[in-house]
C-alpha cells in the first residue's frame, strides 16, 4: 500500500523533471510537453492530498474538482499555445528558443 | 444587484457581438470596439447600483465576496477595459496591414471583442476567495491574453513576444498550481477565508510544507504583477504585443495580480512568525523590483521597452505598500495609487500609438520634434510623464506620497530611502522623452493627426491625472 509520502516523492519528480525540461531543453515544443508535465504533477499531488488528508473521516473532494479545472484549462492551453507555435514556424520556420531574437534581451 | 451579475453581463456582452460580427458584412468593423465600450459603460453604471454581496450560506459565497477592494477594482478594470477598447479603432491600420485574410477587415473584429472576457475573467478574479477560483479566472484572463499579444500573425515581434508570454505564462500556471496543492495539503482547505483558522493550529513541523507553497504562489503572482523574481518577460512581451494589449497588461492585469497577493498575505497575518517572514521576504522584493525597474529603464531607446521597465518600477512601489498591509492605510494608498496609475499609464499609451501611426515606429527619435508637429500631442505626454515621474499636483506624487507614508509608518526606513533614489533615477529616464519632445528637431514637420476619439480619450485621462492630484480626498474617503 503506497503512502502518501510515496505520491508526494513521485510529483516532486514529475515536477522537478518538468521544470528542468524547460529550462535546459531549446525546442519550444519540448518545453510546452514540460510545462504539461508540470501541471500533471500538481494534479497528483491534489488527487494524494484529498485522499490521505482526511477531514473528520471524510474525503475532501475540494482538491479533485480542482484537478478537473486544471485539466480542462491545460487543454485549452494546449490548444492556444500549439496554434502559436504554428503561426510562429510559419512567419520564422524554426521553433527554437535561440532563434527568437527579434527582441533585444 | 448580485455582485455576480456584472461579471455574467461582460460575458454575455463579449457572446453577443461575437455573434454580431459573424453576422455582419460591413468590412469596417470599428464599431464592434464602440459597442463594447459602450456596453461596458452600462455595466459599469449597474455597479453603481446597491449591490448585495453572495447571500452568506449560499454556495456562491464559498467562492467571491463583495468587499470594498473587489467592488473598488471591478470598476477600475471596467475602465481601463473601456479605454482599450477605445484605443483599438486607432489601432485599426496595424491590425489590417499584419494580418492575413481573404476579406476586408477579416479577423480584425475580434481584436476588439477578446478584451471583454479577458476583463471577465479579471472581474471574477479580484472578487475570489477560493483558490479554485482564482485559478480559472487567472487562465480565462491569461489564454485570452496570449492569443491577443500574439494577435499580429505576420508580424515576427508580436509572434515572438507572445510565445515568451505563453511560455512564462504557463510556467507560472504550474507553479500556483503546485503551490495550491501544497498549502491543500497542509491546510486541507483551498478558501483563503478559511486559512487563518486553518494555519492558526498547525503543527510546527508542517510549517516548511506551507512556505514551500507560500513560496510556489507568490513566485507565480510576481509573474502576474511583474515584480521580481519573475519580470524579465515584460520588456519583451511589451515591445512586441500590440500597443492598447500592452497598455492593458500593464494596468489591469497587473492590478488582478496585486488583489490576490493582497488578499492571500491578509489571510497569512493570523500566524504571527509566518507574518514576519513573509513581510521581510515582500521588502527584499519589493527593493529588489525598485532597483531593477528603474536602472534599467535608463539606458532604453525603445518607448514601448521604456514603460515596461516604468511598470516594473511602478510594481515596486506597489509592493512597498504591500509589505506595509499592517497600516490600515495600506489598502486605501494601493488603490489611489492604482488610480493614478491608470490614468497616466493609459494617456502614456493613447500618445504614443498615436505618434507611431504617424511615424511608423516606437523608438523615443520618433518622438524628435513633437512639440512642433502637434502641441496637443507633446502636452498630453509631459503630462503623463510628469505624473509616471511623481511632480506635485499629478496623481503620480499623491500616490507615491501616500505609499511612502504608509511605508514610513510601517518602519520601512530603509525601503522608503530606495525609494527616493530610484524617483530620482525615474526623473531622468521620463526626461528623455521630454527633451526628445520639446529639445530635438523633427526629421519632418508635417502635423500629427489626431482622431476624435484619441482627443477625448487624452482630455479625460489627463483631466483624471490633474483631478487626483489635486483633490484626492473623495477617492480616498471612499476606499477607507
Known amino acids: ?105 | 444587484m448580485n455582485s455576480l451579475f456584472l461579471e455574467i453581463a461582460v460575458v454575455l456582452l463579449g457572446i453577443v457581438l461575437l455573434l454580431v460580427e459573424a453576422f455582419s458584412d460591413r468590412s469596417n468593423k470599428d464599431y464592434l470596439a464602440y459597442l463594447g465600450a459602450a456596453g461596458l459603460t452600462g455595466v459599469l453604471a449597474l455597479s453603481f447600483l446597491p449591490q448585495i454581496g453572495p447571500l452568506p450560506m449560499s454556495s456562491a459565497a464559498a467562492f467571491i465576496t463583495s468587499d470594498i477592494i473587489s467592488v473598488f477594482f471591478v470598476r477600475f478594470l471596467l475602465i481601463a477595459t473601456i479605454v482599450t477598447l477605445l484605443m483599438i479603432p486607432g489601432y485599426r491600420t496595424v491590425l489590417v496591414r499584419y494580418l492575413p485574410s481573404e476579406r476586408a477587415g477579416g479577423g480584425v473584429g475580434e481584436f476588439a471583442i477578446l478584451p471583454l472576457f479577458v476583463c471577465a475573467g479579471l472581474m471574477w478574479m479580484v472578487s475570489a476567495i477560493d483558490f479554485i477560483m482564482i485559478f480559472v479566472s487567472l487562465e480565462l484572463a491569461t489564454i485570452t491574453l496570449y492569443v491577443l499579444v500574439t494577435y499580429l500573425r505576420q508580424n515576427t515581434a508580436s509572434l515572438e513576444a507572445g510565445t515568451k508570454f505563453l511560455i512564462l505564462g504557463a510556467l507560472s500556471t504550474g507553479f500556483i498550481v503546485y503551490g495550491i496543492s501544497w498549502i491543500f495539503g497542509v491546510t486541507g482547505t483551498t478558501n483563503i477565508l478559511a486559512l487563518p483558522d486553518a494555519i492558526s493550529t498547525l503543527p510546527e513541523s508542517s510549517l516548511y510544507a506551507l512556505l514551500f507553497g507560500i513560496a510556489m504562489i507568490l513566485v507565480a503572482l510576481s509573474f502576474k504583477t511583474g515584480a521580481f523574481p519573475f519580470q524579465f518577460w515584460i520588456p519583451d512581451v511589451y515591445q512586441g504585443a500590440p500597443t492598447p494589449i500592452t497598455s492593458y497588461l500593464s494596468v489591469a492585469s497587473k492590478a488582478a495580480g496585486f488583489v490576490v497577493l493582497i488578499r492571500f498575505l491578509l489571510s497569512l497575518e493570523a500566524l504571527p512568525l509566518l507574518a514576519n517572514k513573509l513581510n521581510a521576504v515582500i521588502t527584499l522584493l519589493a527593493a529588489l523590483t525598485l532597483i531593477f525597474g528603474n536602472f534599467a529603464a535608463i539606458p532604453q531607446t525603445n518607448m514601448k521597452r521604456l514603460l515596461g521597465y516604468s511598470s516594473v518600477a511602478h510594481a515596486g512601489y506597489l509592493l512597498m505598500g504591500v509589505a506595509s498591509l499592517a497600516s490600515l492605510m495600506a489598502i486605501p494608498a494601493i488603490g489611489f495609487y492604482f488610480a493614478g496609475y491608470l490614468a497616466m499609464t493609459m494617456l502614456a499609451f493613447v500618445v504614443l500609438q498615436a505618434v507611431s501611426e504617424a511615424t511608423g515606429g516606437d523608438e523615443i527619435s520618433r518622438f524628435n520634434g513633437l512639440s512642433k508637429r502637434s502641441p496637443f500631442l507633446a502636452g498630453a505626454m509631459l503630462l503623463s510623464a510628469a505624473s509616471l515621474a511623481g511632480i506635485p499636483f499629478t496623481a503620480g506624487f499623491i500616490g507615491k506620497l501616500l505609499i511612502f507614508e504608509v511605508a514610513l509608518k510601517q518602519g520601512h526606513y530603509g525601503l522608503v530611502m530606495l525609494g527616493c533614489v530610484t524617483v530620482a533615477a525615474g526623473f531622468y529616464y521620463y526626461f528623455k522623452v521630454l527633451r526628445a519632445m520639446y529639445w530635438q528637431q523633427p526629421s519632418e514637420e508635417t502635423a500629427i493627426p489626431v482622431s476624435a476619439t484619441t482627443k477625448w480619450l487624452i482630455l479625460l485621462l489627463g483631466a483624471g491625472i490633474l483631478i487626483l492630484g489635486v483633490y484626492p480626498e473623495p477617492l480616498l474617503a471612499a476606499l477607507r
Open chain 1, 1 to 105: 500500500m503506497p503512502t502518501l509520502a510515496n505520491y508526494l516523492i513521485a510529483s516532486g519528480l514529475l515536477f522537478a523533471a518538468g521544470l528542468g525540461v524547460v529550462m535546459l531543453r531549446r525546442s519550444i515544443i519540448v518545453i510546452f510537453m514540460g510545462l504539461e508535465l508540470m501541471l500533471n504533477a500538481a494534479n497528483l499531488s491534489l488527487v494524494a492530498f484529498s485522499r490521505y488528508g482526511l477531514v473528520s473521516g471524510h474525503q475532501n473532494y475540494n482538491a479533485q474538482i480542482l484537478v478537473f479545472f486544471i485539466i480542462s484549462v491545460a487543454a485549452a492551453e494546449v490548444a492556444v499555445g500549439l496554434a502559436i507555435i504554428v503561426s510562429l514556424y510559419r512567419a520564422r520556420q524554426t521553433t527554437h528558443v535561440e532563434d527568437l531574437d527579434t527582441l533585444k534581451f
